[in-house]
């Protein structure tokens, strides 16, 4: 499944929430630019936030940025990961 546009400016924007604590929220200001704004909505949408422009991780959204953060550990490694074939 490739990544369209939309799902990578999502994920740009989960990318500033802080997966160790579900205390910290973001607010996505109308500076921010059209896509981050609409990503936000999106994000809203699919219950991943508890507002149109940021809030809170909620559960689900919690989980998601949890496998985003391994997602990007593993692909900025600089370590050849083992051959899985």
């Known amino acids: ?9 999502e ?3 989960l990318t500033h929430f ?3 604590t579900m205390l ?3 607010k996505v200001h109308h500076s921010a630019g059209d896509n981050a704004i609409a990503a936000a909505q999106r994000l809203f949408d699919k219950g991943l936030i508890t507002q149109q422009d940021g ?7 919690r989980e998601v940025v949890e496998h ?18």
């Open 55 to 61: 809030g809170y991780l909620t559960n689900l959204g």
């Open 11 to 13: 994920l740009n924007v």
């Open 18 to 20: 802080r997966s160790a």
């Open 68 to 85: 985003l953060d391994a997602v990007l550990r593993i692909m900025n490694s600089k370590h050849e990961l083992p051959n899985v074939s």
């Open 24 to 26: 910290d929220g973001i």
């Open 1 to 9: 499944m490739p990544l369209t546009p939309e799902i990578t400016e």
